[in-house]
């Protein structure tokens, strides 16, 4: 079994649609992190929670400490948010990341 | 925000040749950076992790003597794939903390390697 485990692998939305994408862990961390890689390749990085809830426009990411869940969640979702979404945790010392194997989204218009 | 780039986006080379990347942290400081490798509709992989001044740390079934890594100065690691064959032909990319303890990752943007 992963140390991080993401569902769904793939997930295709009409454009408008809430969408949640969901990560659990089985490792003590100290952070976890919301990626978004887009076909080009780069990665960028949405979010790093360690306790609650997080905003940023259309994007809310939550994270259960005790039940080792995350989910990332997107509002009235838009084709551009097609993209590959990875949850990532920094476990122990040195700011070492394990990755999930990502949710390929796609979104309609 | 921070940055980070790599050096080239994109690079072919024959079988048997040796190949440098370069990732470069561009408005911050990384005493730390780490090199991952991604292979078609694979998730991340981690290699190793760049020390300033130090010897890198590899992670288990990454060899040492194929992937060379130096980081010299805190703004700049480069890893070095030697006698490249087809098989290490992949996406590489880098990332270096930065933030209060190292909260913050920032992502380069790749690197294409194809081996011939």
């Known amino acids: 079994k992963n140390e991080v485990e993401q569902s769904p692998q793939n997930l295709t939305a009409q454009e408008g649609e809430f969408i949640t994408i969901n990560c659990s862990y089985s490792v003590g961390i100290s952070a976890l992190h919301w990626l978004q890689q887009h076909p080009g390749g780069g990665i960028v990085s949405l979010f790093m929670l360690s306790s609650g809830k997080k905003k940023h426009g259309r994007l809310i990411a939550t994270i259960n400490i005790q039940e080792k869940h995350s989910s990332l969640h997107i509002t009235a979702s838009h084709p551009r948010d097609s993209a590959v979404y990875i949850c990532?945790?920094?476990?122990?010392?040195?700011?070492?990341?394990?990755f999930g194997a990502g949710t390929i989204l796609r979104v309609k218009s | 925000g921070a940055v980070v780039s790599q050096h080239p986006s994109r690079v072919i080379c024959k079988s048997g040749t040796s190949v440098k990347i370069e990732c470069r942290s561009l408005d911050f400081q990384a005493t730390t950076m780490f090199w991952y490798r991604q292979f078609p509709k694979q998730s991340l992989m981690l290699m190793a992790t760049?020390?300033?001044?130090?010897?890198?740390?590899?992670e288990q079934g990454v060899e040492k003597d194929k992937f060379l890594i130096n980081h010299a100065s805190l703004t700049l690691s480069t890893l070095t794939v030697t006698s490249a064959h087809p098989e290490d032909s992949s996406f590489y990319i880098c990332?270096?903390?930065?933030?209060?303890?190292?909260?913050?990752?920032?992502f380069g943007p790749g690197t294409r390697l194809t081996v011939l």
């Open positions: 990332s270096a903390p930065s933030g209060l303890q190292g909260d913050t990752q920032y």
């Open positions: 990532a945790v920094r476990s122990g010392y040195g700011n070492k990341l394990v």
């Open positions: 760049s020390n300033e001044g130090s010897k890198a740390t590899y």
